[in-house]
């Protein structure tokens, strides 16, 4: 029985906020509750894309971020190139690649042979891993978190965790941060390996969902 | 059955603050937390670590000499270092959520085991942020050593934030 107030049955208007949701609703209620933010509905982890790659284009590009994310989380399934690639990655600003040098990187390779650190602080790219191999089983897989994407008064950061087979063949790790030096609102993102194409792979681009 | 992330509480910074204290977030409907952390210093060139200590079940922020950490510090025009670690210390100076500048900063932030008094609280944090316009990136470990129910975290720095956030999620 749904009545004049915006949320639930006549009396006193509860304040209702994610949470902490009071009283009876009917479908009406709800519906009002979800489009003011303040239904509480638990699994804030969003799905917003999933691409699989096929065809081998040159390049992968995610353009839409959602709306109202402070916090993207990315993963990355059975990741192949071309041998001894690097992997990297591009900011899009309008629908506009953003090729100048406004990134940096910064992370650390564990492998079997020991391992080593890759940084640079003005490349025209953010490289999320280098050297993956292309024989029998070799690829990579991976996390990345991505924040202040659609925030114009920062930076745009990154935090990465992988795994890979690299081609000299080691198994590795690497673990790092990045960033593009910017404040900017991001429309997108590109990834693209050093040369050559993207053989296959799947990218989901989820975002955390946060409430005020 | 929700599964993944469930949205507990968001902290906002309000005015121009040294300490933002996230409250009440820890309870047994959860073992492991995850928090993003977006803190942003009000001006320019202070680039300070953000410091972590935890909150008592009585609300008291602990400040007894009982954390232990340890930090890979990431700057990306130079070489790294693993130098950021002590034990018994008042405070997780080097947890490894970054510094914040100006420009902002990125980080997120797992805790295990809060609620639980018969455990140690051990946290684990990866962060990338600026220092005069340069990446900085780092990776951390710490812990609290005292098997007690933890409620909350407070953060702070030495300078002053103008603006940030700091969400909080049960990992179901």
Redesign the interface.
């Known amino acids: 029985m749904a009545d004049d107030l915006n949320y639930g049955y006549k009396g006193a208007d509860v304040p209702q906020s994610?949470?902490n949701n009071k009283g009876v609703f009917d479908p009406s209620d709800i519906n009002n509750l979800v489009k003011d933010d303040k239904w509480t509905?638990?699994?804030?982890?969003e799905l917003i894309e999933t691409k699989v790659i096929t065809g081998d284009p040159s390049s992968v590009s995610l353009d839409d971020l959602g709306t109202g994310y402070?916090?993207h989380f990315i993963t990355f399934t059975n990741m192949h190139t071309d041998d001894n690639r690097d992997q990297n990655l591009r900011v899009k600003v309008g629908g506009v690649t953003q090729t100048s040098s406004s990134y940096?990187?910064?992370?650390?390779v564990s492998n079997s042979a020991g391992g080593y650190?890759d940084?640079?602080?003005t490349l025209d790219r953010l490289r999320i891993l280098a050297e993956v191999g292309n024989a029998t089983g070799e690829c990579w897989t991976g996390s990345l978190?991505?924040?202040?994407a659609l925030?114009s008064?920062?930076?745009?950061?990154?935090?990465t965790?992988n795994v890979f087979i690299s081609f000299h063949p080691y198994f590795s790790s690497s673990?790092?941060?990045?960033?593009y030096?910017v404040?900017n609102v991001l429309s997108g993102l590109e990834f693209y390996p050093s040369s050559s194409v993207q053989r296959s792979g799947t990218i989901s681009l989820y975002g955390?969902?946060?409430?005020? | 059955m929700?599964?993944?992330?469930?949205?507990?509480?968001?902290f906002?910074v309000t005015g121009t603050v040294q300490s933002l204290d996230c409250d009440n977030i820890f309870s047994d409907k959860y073992d492991v937390y995850y928090l993003?952390v977006?803190l942003?210093e009000s001006s320019a060139g202070n680039d300070q670590w953000i410091r972590m200590r935890l909150i008592d079940n009585t609300g008291t922020v602990i400040t007894a000499s009982e954390y232990d950490y340890a930090q890979?510090a990431?700057?990306?025009?130079t070489?790294?270092y693993d130098t950021n670690r002590a034990t018994g210390q008042n405070v997780i100076l080097y947890g490894g959520i970054g510094y914040s500048d100006d420009?902002?900063?990125?980080?997120?932030l797992y805790v295990y085991n809060p609620n639980d008094s018969s455990s140690y609280t051990f946290l684990q944090a990866?962060?990338?942020?600026?220092v005069g316009?340069?990446?900085?990136?780092?990776?951390g470990i710490s812990v609290h050593k005292s098997a007690e129910t933890i409620r909350g975290i407070n953060f702070h720095t030495t300078t002053f934030w103008g603006?940030g956030?700091v969400?909080v999620?049960g990992v179901?």
């Open positions: 994610f949470g509905n638990y699994g804030q982890l402070n916090v940096g990187r910064a992370f650390r650190d940084k640079d602080a978190y991505m924040y202040n925030d008064s920062k930076y745009t950061f990154f935090t965790n673990f790092g941060s990045g960033s030096n404040s955390i969902k946060e409430y005020s | 929700a599964t993944n992330l469930e949205f507990i509480n968001s906002e993003t977006a942003k890979l990431m700057p990306a025009n070489g790294f420009t902002g900063n990125g980080g997120s990866q962060a990338g942020s600026t316009n340069v990446l900085f990136g780092t990776k603006s956030t969400n999620y179901k």
